[in-house]
């Protein structure tokens, strides 16, 4: 075992995971004591409550007045899914696959929607050759892949005279990295990640193209009710004003709308903004004097500053079998947990072994400063108990 001792200080809160991620500083359970239970979410009060998520939404995230929000079901993954069939099929389709969601997205194009597409594809802590992207396509991609750690830079690589549509799932992104609203057609993202909100709920967010392409074109397979936007050749406005199109949890609805309270009370996006960076930053300077770790992102101006991916680099463990350094991965991560220091940072089961910590706004620094010698002393226990090569 190892001789290092464990340290004295702890994080404040372990909640250090990728989704659902920690609430916001302060959160408890009567903050949602103004939830609309018990009552239709159709009533006026239960209709009001969703048009204040989204009129918040709108002031916290500085979305355009001319693009719809609305609140749907299946989480950022229903957001995305209901975008990519409702409107894609007129135009050739590119999708960046850098982590796995974005190749879930290949999958639903290619293999269930059957549209010739174009695959930009990179390893984990990569991104594809953006140059490659194409203005008369339509486009899909993450803009932050909360499994490898990397995210766009910026959104020079979108045409500003594009022809097609372009589909991005924000949801690792939305509320810490500087969306280009001009660039971006259609926006996803999910209550449980940056606003560490409840899950089952998605929000979609439709520039006036998107709602051009959803009024000028229809799929010629069948839609899912789940997935239905238009009636009669146009869009359904109700599901931006407040409507739904299934039963919404009415008290994770209160806890977003509590979320972006938070969110304006501490200075809004640019604050929100300023946090993450300065999470990352924590990570970084840890990072710059420990050897046996590194960002799965080498390059910085490409790192994520939410789902920060960690690989360890030490040469007893990179010797080791794939097999075994996934083992060493999660010992780490079960011991972090063990100790009740970090919470669910095993790094996803698609992605390159090692630790996955959330860094988001709703993360103190504080936390992660006093997280870090306890990576420390959990890599040297593991590796304390590694057979010698023979």
């Not at 879930?104 to 194009?109: G, L, M, N």
């Not at 372009?166 to 971006?184: E, M, N, P, R, Y």
Request: hydrophobic content about 45%.
């Amino acid at each position: 075992m190892s001789t290092l001792a464990k340290p004295a200080m702890r994080p404040a809160r372990p909640e250090f995971s990728s989704g659902p991620c920690a609430k916001r500083p302060g959160w408890n359970p009567g903050n949602l004591q103004n939830a609309v239970l018990g009552r239709s979410h159709r009533s006026k009060p239960g209709k009001a409550r969703l048009q204040e998520a989204i009129a918040r939404t709108r002031e916290v995230l500085e979305v355009p007045d001319d693009f719809l929000i609305g609140i749907v079901p299946g989480s950022d993954t229903g957001a995305v899914e209901m975008a990519m069939w409702s409107m894609l099929g007129p135009r050739p389709v590119q999708l960046l696959a850098f982590e796995s969601f974005g190749k879930d997205w290949v999958t639903d194009v290619v293999k269930q929607l059957k549209l010739p597409a174009e695959v930009l594809d990179a390893p984990y802590g990569q991104l594809p050759d953006l140059s490659k992207v194409r203005a008369d396509a339509d486009l899909v991609f993450t803009w932050n892949g909360t499994t490898s750690g990397v995210r766009v830079p910026n959104a020079d690589f979108i045409a500003a005279d594009r022809e097609g549509i372009v589909i991005c799932d924000a949801t690792s992104a939305a509320f810490a990295q500087a969306l280009d609203w001009t660039k971006l057609d259609v926006v996803t993202f999910s209550w449980q990640k940056a606003l560490g909100g409840e899950a089952a709920h998605g929000v979609l967010i439709l520039s006036p193209r998107a709602v051009a392409r959803l009024e000028s074109y229809a799929p010629a397979w069948p839609m899912p009710k789940l997935f239905r936007m238009t009636k009669n050749g146009k869009v359904t406005l109700d599901l931006f004003e407040g409507a739904t199109i299934n039963t919404p949890s009415m008290l994770a609805v209160e806890d977003a709308v509590d979320a972006l309270k938070w969110a304006v009370s501490i200075g809004g996006l640019a604050e929100m903004r300023r946090r993450a960076d300065a999470n990352l930053a924590v990570l970084e300077a840890w990072t710059a004097k420990t050897p046996w770790v590194e960002f799965l992102a080498r390059d910085r101006a490409i790192r994520s500053n939410t789902s920060v991916c960690l690989s360890v680099v030490d040469a007893k463990v990179t010797s080791l079998s794939d097999e075994g350094q996934a083992d060493f991965a999660k010992k780490l991560a079960a011991l972090l947990e063990k100790e009740g220091v970090a919470l669910d940072v095993a790094g996803y089961r698609d992605a390159p072994p090692g630790l996955r910590i959330w860094c988001g706004a709703t993360v103190d620094s504080s936390d992660l400063e006093a997280l870090t010698p306890w990576l420390d002393w959990a890599f040297a226990t593991v590796a304390a108990e590694l057979t010698p090569a023979a």
